[in-house]
């Protein structure tokens, strides 16, 4: 079935012995939870969050519906889940990069992490930018997602910022180069083909379009 999971379904084999605590999330309920996230990606991205059902979700993980009422609540719940793992991981990455201390080398590292990541998990980052309008006329976009989403840009703007003032890139507003950088490094996810393209070469290319030698 296009949009299923094949090689996490297995995680859903071992039948559950009662509802678990919320303090208590066992690492096998967090696999499960991660594959349904997966799986939600998938469907959102293939018929769009208005069209895809929750009931698409549970087919692609051939698990009944009820099943998937055991991990998750909502769409909407489901949708904040996708934005909250794209974020997390992207922001765990940028604020990683912190140590690097050549304002070139770190917006060369940020640039790299951009393009790769979203070439990598197309699925994903396709509902996420997609989506990211829906979410803020909904419940989807919670105040903890906002909170993630303030804390990533500030994050990012402060690697341009530090790029600008060193001379790296064209002495241009920050706040404007950080949109042209976001909009450069992650619109791959509407044509990057791995079979295709290149991740490097769009690196690259970034790179020698932005930075000063």
Request: glycine residues 4%.
């Amino acid at each position: 079935m296009s949009g299923a999971v094949p090689n996490r379904v297995s995680v859903f084999a071992k039948k559950r012995r009662g509802r678990p605590r919320n303090a208590e999330k066992s690492p096998e309920f967090e696999e499960k939870l991660a594959a349904i996230v997966e799986a939600a990606a998938n469907v959102f991205r293939e018929k769009g969050y208005a069209s895809g059902s929750l009931d698409d979700v549970a087919a692609a993980l051939d698990i009944r519906k009820a099943t998937l009422y055991y991990y998750i609540d909502s769409k909407a719940k489901l949708l904040e889940m996708i934005f909250e793992r794209g974020l997390s991981t992207a922001r765990r990455k940028i604020d990683s990069l912190a140590e690097i201390t050549d304002p070139k080398e770190r917006l060369q590292a940020l640039i790299r992490h951009q393009i790769e990541i979203v070439s990598s998990d197309r699925g994903h980052f396709a509902v996420f930018f997609d989506h990211l309008s829906v979410s803020d006329k909904s419940e989807a976009k919670s105040p903890r997602l906002r909170a993630l989403e303030k804390e990533y840009m500030e994050s990012f703007l402060r690697i341009v910022e530090s790029a600008v003032k060193a001379g790296v890139i064209a002495d241009v507003p920050s706040k404007y180069a950080v949109q042209a950088i976001i909009g450069m490094t992650c619109w791959t996810y509407k044509w990057f083909e791995p079979t295709r393209h290149n991740a490097e070469a769009m690196y690259d290319t970034c790179v020698r379009l932005l930075i000063r030698k």
